[in-house]
């Protein structure tokens, strides 16, 4: 499909500044992008702020009847609310009417609506999120996985996540042999807790993933790793210190810089750099994760979402179908490479 055909489902519903925002989001990329988007959720609410001069074949309303609040049980909830957005935006993707789904509300649910309405790839038990961190190295991304699909995981849902983020990093973000590492509290094949030893001994012996070894925090960023895999508890905790993190050096950049005259001139000067700067470590400019191994595209943005990490979610989704990531993850074959 050729990239000015994309259809991309938004729940419209989800996340703390639903619906504004995320109409606001899905705007721009329909102008920037060229994509269709599928707004998904109560047309009371949704067609007050569209522009008169929207045309159909650029955005469509899709009703449907309320959403998972963030206090809910994810599986009840999308199970007792089968009309909620983000059921609704699902089945559009496995009834082929979008080629992507994106939600900023409810994460469990839309695993939770991911797994009952799309399913699961071959070969793989739990999805994972997958995050693009940036790191020392210019121009480089690491990809880490899980960021909070899964709390608990058993060894070989970390190998299968191995092999899931080689495919991502591969096709998408164009590493041609991804260098994986295992997040762990030592570099030493010994070292960690029962889980972390026995992932370790199963992905070095898996002959499709090329393993170097555990990574520790220190290398998260460093640029060493293309994939690092983990739980999905650490790799949460991880993503939102690191987000932490780039607010806090954008604030200090701020701060530290000279006011009046000369604050105006350097900061012309340093316009471009800035915003390369920005680009690299703010979080907005990523979007949110993309849900690997399940049998569709999904994105799963941050609840505090605003219009430009709607923006680069759709983006994000849009390079995914464009770089027919979920065919090649599925030509991997990877029940027949004894990821199981």
Not at 113 to 122: E, V
Not at 131 to 158: E, H, W, Y
Not at 283 to 300: P, T
């Amino acid at each position: 499909m050729g990239s000015t055909g994309v259809r991309i489902a938004i729940d419209a519903m989800g996340g703390d500044n639903a619906p504004g925002e995320i109409v606001a989001g899905a705007l721009r990329a329909v102008e920037e992008l060229g994509v269709k988007v599928l707004l998904v959720g109560s047309p009371q609410d949704i067609e007050p702020i569209l522009p008169s001069s929207i045309k159909s074949e650029q955005v469509e309303i899709v009703p449907a009847e309320g959403t998972i609040a963030m206090d809910e049980e994810a599986l009840s909830g999308i199970r007792r609310k089968p009309k909620a957005s983000i059921n609704v935006a699902m089945s559009l993707v496995k009834q082929g009417q979008a080629d992507a789904v994106i939600s900023a509300g409810h994460s469990g649910a839309a695993m939770a609506a991911a797994l009952l309405r799309l399913g699961r790839l071959p070969g793989i038990d739990r999805p994972a999120i997958g995050a693009v961190f940036p790191t020392m190295v210019a121009s480089k991304q690491v990809l880490i996985l899980d960021v909070g699909a899964n709390v608990d995981c058993r060894p070989q849902f970390l190998e299968q996540f191995a092999v899931l983020g080689s495919a991502y990093s591969q096709y998408v973000l164009g590493v041609t042999e991804p260098k994986v590492g295992l997040l762990n509290i030592g570099e030493e094949e010994c070292k960690g807790n029962d889980a972390a030893i026995r992932a370790h001994q199963m992905i070095s012996e898996n002959p499709y993933i090329k393993f170097v070894g555990n990574a520790e925090g220190r290398d998260v960023l460093s640029g060493d790793f293309d994939v690092i895999v983990c739980d999905g508890f650490v790799g949460n905790v991880l993503l939102k210190f690191a987000e932490a993190v780039g607010e806090i050096l954008l604030q200090i950049i701020r701060e530290e810089l000279p006011q009046g005259l000369r604050g105006q001139i350097g900061c012309s000067i340093l316009k471009p750099n800035l915003k390369r700067l920005k680009q690299r470590i703010d979080h907005a400019e990523h979007g949110g994760g993309l849900l690997l191994g399940v049998n569709g595209i999904c994105v799963i943005g941050h609840g505090s979402s605003q219009a430009p990490s709607i923006f680069n979610a759709i983006r994000l989704a849009k390079e995914a179908v464009d770089n027919q990531v979920l065919q090649r993850i599925n030509s991997q074959n990877l029940s027949e490479k004894g990821v199981l």
